[in-house]
T-cell receptor
Framework: AQTVTQSQPEMSVQEAETVTLSCTYD???????LFWYKQPPSRQMILVIR??????QNATENRFSVNFQKAAKSFSLKISDSQLGDAAMYFC???????????FGKGTLLTVNP | GAVVSQHPSWVICKSGTSVKIECRSL??????MFWYRQFPKQSLMLMAT?????????EQGVEKDKFLINHASLTLSTLTVTSAHPEDSSFYIC???????????FGPGTRLTVL
């Protein structure tokens, strides 16, 4: 079974600084997708960024970028120029087409200090 | 993407009563929807996969007779918590799988409190 591990229950960053959230996963599949979701206090799940495993290039979305290391099964999220609105719970998630299910990590609570 | 709504956003009920939560896909015909449960400060746990026109597929450990799922149309899936008890109090979230980008789009969630 696929597992997703987020080893950092909590992280904090100063406003305007950069922070990296870690995620590792376990799979025997070669074709899959990885996602980072953000859950602010409103609890609405928001997609931050996605990465297709077959793509070598790391995905970027404005201030958000990933470091995807397929061989190491690592998928970290880098947030640059952190803003107060980035404060949220961040979930790493794995998707593979055999069952259409998302497997979530336990989450990392990010605090942004002014 | 898909816009997903849930109703109600918050419900309080007495122990022993049943509660129905609606999940609507507003701009996408969804053959597959998912229901999750989230306890405070925890991750999302998949409860079941809802398939339009067929029976839902429940995850191991989820009581299908307690959590009734009906996906009668391409835009609506309902979750009914039958004979609710305080331990059923949780945050319930639905999502829509579009199959286009393999993303899931989530509803805003429903907070259930059972007294």
């Amino acid at each position: 079974a696929q597992t997703v591990t987020q080893s950092q229950p909590e992280m904090s960053v100063q406003e305007a600084e950069t922070v990296t959230l870690s995620c590792t996963y376990d799979t025997s599949e070669s074709d899959y997708y990885l996602f980072w979701y953000k859950q602010p206090p409103s609890r609405q799940m928001i997609l931050v960024i996605r990465q297709e495993a077959y793509k070598q290039q790391n995905a970027t979305e404005n201030r958000f970028s990933v470091n995807f290391q397929k061989a190491a099964k690592s998928f970290s999220l880098k947030i640059s120029d952190s803003q107060l609105g980035d404060a949220a719970m961040y979930f790493c998630a794995y998707w593979q087409g055999s069952n259409y299910k998302l497997t979530f990590g336990k989450g990392t609570l990010l605090t942004v200090n002014p | 993407g898909a816009v997903v709504s849930q109703h109600p956003s918050w419900v309080i009920c007495k122990s022993g009563t049943s509660v129905k939560i609606e999940c609507r896909s507003l701009d996408f015909q969804a053959t597959t929807m998912f229901w999750y449960r989230q306890f405070p400060k925890q991750s999302l746990m998949l409860m079941a996969t809802s398939n339009e026109g067929s029976k839902a597929t429940y995850e191991q450990g989820v009581e299908k007779d307690k959590f009734l799922i009906n996906h009668a149309s391409l835009t609506l899936s309902t979750l009914t918590v039958t004979s609710a008890h305080p331990e059923d109090s949780s945050f319930y979230i639905c999502s829509v799988w579009t199959g286009v980008t393999n993303e899931q789009f989530f509803g805003p969630g429903t907070r259930l409190t059972v007294l």
